[in-house]
DNA sequence: CTCGGACATAAAGTCGACTTGAGGTCAAGG
DNA sequence: CCTTGACCTCAAGTCGACTTTATGTCCGAG
């Protein structure tokens, strides 16, 4: 099993080092290290890398993909379908999102013409008639649009 | 021009008397103040709030929503047909967005036949070829759907 | 005159996903 | 022996959009 440094990984991967250090801290990955202390990375680790950009993309948090690296199995290598179960379920996240956002356009298109913008009234303002009380952060997304976080019971 | 309390403001608008200091503050709102020093609202406020949740929603930056209320008249109150115009540009937005969502969909349709996850070649993984080094924060959504700066010359 | 409630300010905290900086270690090359 | 470069750790900083906390002021009712 031939080992990379962070470098090494860094470069083919195009995840930055201090990036792999911190998803190794967050148990994304893992390393074995040399009598110096230096991480020594699987080949099997770009695999898994890519999987985390993937889903990243599709809009997961690190702890949900976390949750779903761990749901491998730990004692043979995973095989391609092991990957492509575990991205399964994305296509729904992302049907949802692009729904979201189509009704998001049709608002609009509704709205341009009375330029109305009304608070009630108006999908723009108002889509799904969300009162908007969550917890701190950025929120520049709708939050139809955000992430369902792993602890809630909405599906 | 009847005048409103931070607290009527919040009431009917939904907007947290936190989060309207904040806009105050950001440029976003204009209040008088009493003798005692509250502010007082004017209640072509609501509509402004109601501007700002709806290009929220779309995607734009508190930065873009001030530049947006900026091109506003200031001498005559806007009509809806000012409204109208600052949320007609909003719709190449959100079809950009929603391109890049099924153009994500569609790549996640290929994938999960073969598993592969390739980090060069996974339209997943790596969707537009992104190299992905912007500044820090976070970054759990596609850059193809994240706004542009306002600053980039990118139209 | 005192109390409660609504308001004020300023500074610090929150969240996620990292990056940056300070200071230290290790192996190879000149 | 000294430097260079790649690596290490730990703590703190970054971004956006707010919220929270601490502390203080104003006003009307009892």
Redesign the pocket.
């Known amino acids: 099993m031939q080992l990379l440094?962070?470098?090494?990984v860094?470069a083919r991967s195009g995840?930055?080092?201090?990036?792999l250090?911190?998803?190794e801290q967050q148990g994304l990955v893992t390393?074995t290290?040399t009598?110096?202390?230096?991480?020594r990375f699987p080949r099997s680790v770009l695999r898994r890398l890519a999987f985390?950009r993937a889903a990243?993309n599709v809009g997961?948090?690190?702890?949900e993909i976390r949750a779903a690296l761990n749901t491998l199995p730990g004692e043979r290598p995973p095989t391609a379908a092991d990957w492509a179960r575990l991205s399964r379920g994305w296509r729904d996240r992302l049907d949802a999102q692009i729904a979201a956002l189509t009704q998001l356009r049709d608002g609009l298109d509704s709205c341009i013409g009375c330029g109305c913008l009304s608070l009630d009234r108006c999908a723009l303002s108002n889509p799904g008639d969300v009162a908007s009380r969550e917890?701190?952060?950025?929120?520049?997304l709708s939050p139809l649009l955000r992430r369902v976080?792993p602890t809630s019971n909405a599906g």
Chains 1, 2 share one sequence.
């Not at 995840?15 to 990036?19: D, F, N």
């Not at 009598?35 to 991480?39: K, S, T, V, W």
């Open positions: 440094t962070i470098g090494q860094s995840v930055a080092p201090s990036a250090r911190y998803y390393a290290r009598g110096g202390g230096a991480r985390v990243q997961l948090s690190l702890t917890g701190a952060g950025a929120r520049w976080p």
